[in-house]
């Protein structure tokens, strides 16, 4: 079994900064890619940043390029995303994401497991 959990989120002013971790359990061996999506009230979950579980690859969506950054620490089986100059728009629901398959996905259905997620709320 594989779990994933969050933790880290809260409320913030806009341009602040918060940084999301995703503690992983079990099977973290079989692990090829780590995911941060979200999900905004009445919107469909989006991807947010992948990162490659050995090599350390990283790839993220236009949207939080250059404000976001994926890291992980294999030793620990933890990875992290520092959220620097948030806007209100990042307001959502964060979730952590891992998959068996080979490099990354910034689809939904390219992970199979998931965290419960952590609210993110960044006020104006």
């Known amino acids: 079994q594989v779990q994933l959990v969050e933790s880290g989120g809260g409320l913030v002013q806009a341009g602040g900064s918060l940084r999301l971790s995703c503690a992983a359990s079990g099977r973290t061996y079989s692990f090829n890619g780590m995911g941060w999506f979200r999900q905004a009230l009445g919107k469909d979950r989006e991807f947010v940043a992948a990162?490659?579980?050995?090599?350390?690859?990283?790839f993220y969506d236009e949207s939080v390029k250059g404000r976001f950054t994926i890291s992980r620490d294999n030793t620990k089986n933890m990875v992290y995303l520092q959220m620097n100059s948030l806007k209100p728009e990042d307001t959502a629901v964060y979730y952590c994401a891992a998959r068996n398959r080979r490099f990354y996905s910034d689809y939904v259905n390219g992970y199979e497991y998931w965290g419960q997620g952590t609210q993110v709320t960044v006020s104006s």
């Open positions: 990162i490659i579980w050995s090599g350390g690859g990283t």
